[in-house]
Nanobody, 126 residues
Framework: QVQLVESGGGLVQAGGSLRLACAASGRTFSNLVMGWFRQAPGKEREWVAA????????DATDSVKGRFTISRDNAESAVYLQMTNLKPEDTAVYYC???????????????????WGQGTQVTVSS
């Protein structure tokens, strides 16, 4: 089992920045591929970014490329999402998730992730 706890959400003005963190416990963190997802009110949960177990590979959805950066610290069993130039449309609950394998073709597939956190709210005001 893996437990994931997100933190760092909050209210920020458009153009501002936030850094989300996800602390993991349980299974060996360095073996896990980590992802960030988000879900806005009335919308489906969507993939934001993912990072391979050693941090060698990362990818992100087009709408956040150039603004969001995913990183990890295996010594701290944590994954981060640095968000800059935030827009009102980034408002959502952000979730971190873990899976066993890094497959570029299906990083956005929710069903491939085995463990989920409870989420942290990010609100961007215009």
């Amino acid at each position: 089992q893996v437990q994931l706890v997100e933190s760092g959400g909050g209210l920020v003005q458009a153009g501002g920045s936030l850094r989300l963190a996800c602390a993991a416990s349980g299974r060996t963190f360095s073996n896990l591929v980590m992802g960030w997802f988000r879900q806005a009110p009335g919308k489906e949960r969507e993939w934001v970014a993912a990072i391979s177990s050693r941090g060698t590979y990362t990818d992100a959805t087009d709408s956040v490329k150039g603004r969001f950066t995913i990183s990890r610290d295996n010594a701290e069993s944590a994954v981060y999402l640095q968000m800059t130039n935030l827009k009102p449309e980034d408002t959502a609950v952000y979730y971190c998730a873990a899976r066993r394998t890094y497959t570029a073709a299906n990083l956005g597939n929710l069903g491939m992730y085995d463990y989920w956190g409870q989420g942290t709210q990010v609100t961007v005001s215009s």
